[in-house]
Antibody, heavy 121, light 107 residues
Framework: QVQLVESGGGLVKPGGSLRLSCAAS????????MSWIRQAPGKGLEWISY????????YYADSVKGRFTISRDNARNSLYLQMNSLRAEDTAVYYC??????????????WGQGTLVTVSS | DIQMTQSPSSLSASVGDRVTITCQAS??????LNWYQQKPGKAPKLLIN???NLETGVPSRFSGSGSGTYFTFTISSLQPEDIATYYC?????????FGQGTRVEIK
């Protein structure tokens, strides 16, 4: 079965950096687009980035552009999110999700359990 | 960016009731809409894609409809296990955005 397991969250000071990882199993990781979505405590969902199956196409939400970098290692079945210049407003649970993408639709069809990032001094 | 507005923000209904949530897009998104269910402390789960297509394994009491700017999500007979927050999400263009969520509770 499809499994996505995030790790790397924790407490970091404003201006600091953190790298999240997502280990994927149960599907052909290298054939699938992947995405990161976050949820601030008690708030709604915010899509922040996606990466194509080979990593050639990447998009970011404006809120993280220039500070966050998405990447993947298909040999390791892993997705990453490098987060720099962290701000208090980046505090959230970060989910990795498989992005089903076709010519007609896109949807986040499998999600990890999330990892909490807290930015505080 | 396309804004997605859900209504109501929360609702309380009895077991067996029909529950309807609306989602309005700030511009025409055709049928480029998904619905997700998020139970407390859990990750979201995809229920409906393309505005009305039920994901495999999702109970048939869940349904979606609409196109353009107005969409509805319906639970035909509310069950205790349906307690959750429901989100719509468009994928018409980037950035993909979610509605603010609708919390469904049992009366």
């Amino acid at each position: 079965q499809v499994q996505l397991v995030e790790s790397g969250g924790g407490l970091v000071k404003p201006g600091g950096s953190l790298r999240l990882s997502c280990a994927a199993s149960g599907f052909a990781f290298s054939d699938n687009y992947m995405s990161w979505i976050r949820q601030a405590p008690g708030k709604g969902l915010e899509w922040i980035s996606y990466i194509s199956s080979r990593g050639s196409t990447i998009y970011y939400a404006d809120s993280v552009k220039g500070r966050f970098t998405i990447s993947r290692d298909n040999a390791r079945n892993s997705l990453y999110l490098q987060m720099n210049s962290l701000r208090a407003e980046d505090t959230a649970v970060y989910y990795c999700a498989r992005l089903y993408s076709s010519s007609s639709r896109s949807s986040f069809d499998y999600w990890g359990q999330g990892t909490l990032v807290t930015v505080s001094s | 960016d396309i804004q997605m507005t859900q209504s109501p923000s929360s609702l309380s209904a009895s077991v067996g009731d029909r529950v309807t949530i609306t989602c309005q897009a700030s511009q025409d998104i055709s049928n480029s809409l998904n619905w997700y269910q998020q139970k407390p402390g859990k990750a979201p789960k995809l229920l409906i894609n393309d505005a009305s297509n039920l994901e495999t394994g999702v109970p048939s009491r869940f349904s979606g409809s609409g196109s353009g700017t107005y969409f509805t999500f319906t639970i035909s007979s509310l069950q205790p296990e349906d307690i959750a927050t429901y989100y719509c999400q468009h994928y018409d263009n980037l950035p993909w955005t979610f509605g603010q969520g609708t919390r469904v509770e049992i009366k």
